[in-house]
């Protein structure tokens, strides 16, 4: 709840409250709310404002020496206007009003300003004004007071301002240039296949195999030739195909990637790769793809240890058309050729995570193939090729009405699991590799839920560069009603790789590990689906990979009992053995 207006409104963009006097209060940019905040969207809200305020910095752009940096100040009319910052101070030209703009290299800033995407046009100032005295805005931190004659009425204080990155009022935040944040918008009524890796390695490629319209690629890291081998044929069918992939993967670019790549743009293929002046995002971490109006989500890359079934454990998931979605046009979904989707119903989520890729493909960090390749250092790297047995087959038909969520980071996807987290009832499943700690805030949530009542269990990798990272967390976690194991395959997979949910009768799906880096730095997309017989399908392969083996009946966990079957045709629901 945002705290009462003060007579006097001034803010301190540092992470604690501050009072500098006894009629001023100071708070903070990093907080989501901010006082009395105007809308940058309403229609008057560029030219008229009703408190003087500082609305937006950035101090470091990235042009040579920080030319171009600038202040985003909005006047309620003309006045005796200033800024300081405690060492330099500068009048605001006597005729400024409304949301202005303030530099001393006003040509640099107009330049920079004309290169943000056209998502930014909101809150944009609608003058730039030179300052004629010398007011350097500091990267490393900064306090600087916006003055109606001599009197501070609005002040920031901010610590190091990431290279790229602004700050605004109505943000809270700072954020790079280009990147705006995703509202999850559900889905009702869609066809959802889950299944696992290693055990079903054709489902992912299956919808590449036969799109007609479109195919987009999104991942980490790609080195599958599988996946090579369906895109090319895609592209030579005239299917228009595009991959975006991250530029600075852990261990480095693989040399078996650049030659696929190569493979790929002489195809006819449009490969742009995460790695611009100054990047969105630390790491371009999800893995999935949209083949006309399906979508695949997984938590693993596309390469022979995770798609190609040669040793990750991993959960993935194909979404169909939603008959209750509002229809699309071909522009929508990134073609602009129509033609069918190869599914019934509206592609919603589809289109959605279509247009999450086009943001991604076209925005500033992203370089063409070959840009990025005349200059890159290509590493070799060792290749899964382990044999597993099928245990979980994916469903031969998939569920017909679940409700689905496409989920991103940074944004909404931590917040979105903790909160379901919060909301269970009878049963929370988590795998993952690895975690941030016992006080990583999922973590947290699933101690909550554990207290409260909840069976809660945390299945970690066994993996020898994570063991006895997850070995402590089970020691610390012991005396909590919290369940913490790790993984032992037993020639089941080799590793385990998911990043995956079972919260009651809904399953999450998709790229995010849990830690804050991944939640805030990266690009990560996850699923979130609800419907019971997914998350039973889902917690079958789960208590199977809890206990060391096989679960042969459809059972799903439900806390306390045990229901047998009372007969032929009977449906009970099960409680998993996790001995």
Request: one cysteine or more; aromatic letters at 6%; charged letters at 25%.
């Amino acid at each position: 709840m945002p705290l009462p207006r003060p007579k006097r409104p001034v803010r301190l963009a540092t992470l604690v409250l501050l009072v500098a006097a006894a009629s001023v209060l100071l708070c903070p940019p990093a907080a989501a709310a901010t006082l009395d905040e105007t809308d940058p969207s309403s229609p008057n809200a560029s030219d008229v404002a009703r408190e003087p305020r500082i609305v937006e910095l950035y101090p470091n752009p990235t042009t040579p020496e920080n030319r171009g940096e600038y202040l985003v100040v909005s006047l309620p009319e003309r006045g005796n206007w200033s800024l300081s910052d405690g060492y330099y101070d500068v009048a605001v030209p006597a005729n400024a009003s409304g949301r202005v703009a303030l530099s001393m290299a006003p040509n640099r800033t107009a330049s920079i300003l004309a290169g943000g995407s056209g998502t930014e046009a909101d809150g944009a100032p609608r003058e730039i004004r030179r300052l004629t005295d010398h007011f350097p805005l500091s990267a490393s931190g900064d306090r600087i007071e916006l003055r109606r004659n001599g009197t501070a009425v609005d002040v920031v204080a901010y610590d190091r301002a990431p290279e790229g990155h602004r700050w605004r009022a109505a943000w809270g935040e700072w954020r790079p240039r280009g990147y705006e944040p995703r509202s999850p918008r559900p889905t009702a009524d869609a066809a959802v296949t889950p299944f696992v890796l290693p055990d079903s390695p054709g489902v992912p490629v299956e919808p590449l195999r036969n799109a007609d319209d479109r195919l987009f690629v999104a991942g980490y890291t790609l080195t599958s030739e599988r996946v090579a081998d369906a895109l090319v044929a895609a592209a030579d069918r005239g299917v228009r195909v595009r991959v975006l992939l991250e530029g600075s993967p852990v261990g480095g670019f693989s040399a078996r990637s650049a030659v696929l790549l190569d493979r790929l743009t002489a195809a006819g293929v449009e490969v742009r790769i995460l790695d611009g002046e100054v990047e969105r995002f630390r790491f371009h971490h999800p893995k999935y793809a949209v083949a006309d109006g399906r979508a695949v989500i997984l938590t693993e890359n596309w390469k022979p240890s995770g798609t190609g079934g040669r040793s990750n454990r991993g959960w993935g998931v194909v979404v169909e058309g939603s008959a209750g979605a509002e229809g699309s046009t071909g522009a929508e979904r990134g073609t602009g050729t129509g033609g069918s989707t190869g599914t019934e119903g509206d592609p919603a989520v589809a289109d959605d995570l279509a247009a999450l890729f086009r943001d991604d493909f076209e925005a500033r960090d992203a370089r063409p193939w070959s840009d990025f390749r005349a200059d890159a250092e290509f590493h070799e790297g060792g290749r899964a090729n382990g044999t597993y047995p099928t245990r979980f087959e994916a469903p031969a038909e998939p569920a017909a009405a679940a409700n689905v969520t496409v989920l991103t980071a940074p944004g909404n996807a931590a917040d979105r699991i903790v909160a379901r987290i919060d909301a269970a009832d009878e049963r929370v499943l988590a795998v993952v590799p690895r975690v941030g700690g016992p006080n990583d805030r999922i973590v947290r949530a699933l101690r909550r839920a554990a207290d409260r009542g909840v069976d809660v269990h945390l299945l970690l990798s066994d993996a020898w560069y994570d063991r006895e990272a997850n070995r402590n967390l089970s020691k610390r976690l012991a005396d909590e009603p919290i369940a913490v194991d790790l993984a032992e395959p037993r020639g089941r997979f080799g590793k385990v790789h998911a990043k995956g949910l079972v919260v009651d009768d809904a399953a999450v799906v998709g790229s995010l590990n849990w830690n804050p880096s991944a939640a805030t730095n990266n690009r990560e997309v996850l699923l979130a689906v609800e419907d019971e017989s997914v998350a039973d399908f889902y917690a079958r392969a789960y208590a199977a990979d809890w206990r060391g083996g096989g679960i042969q009946l459809p059972i799903a966990f439900v806390g306390g009992f045990v229901v047998a079957l009372a007969g032929a045709g009977a449906v009970a629901r099960r409680e998993i053995e996790f001995g």
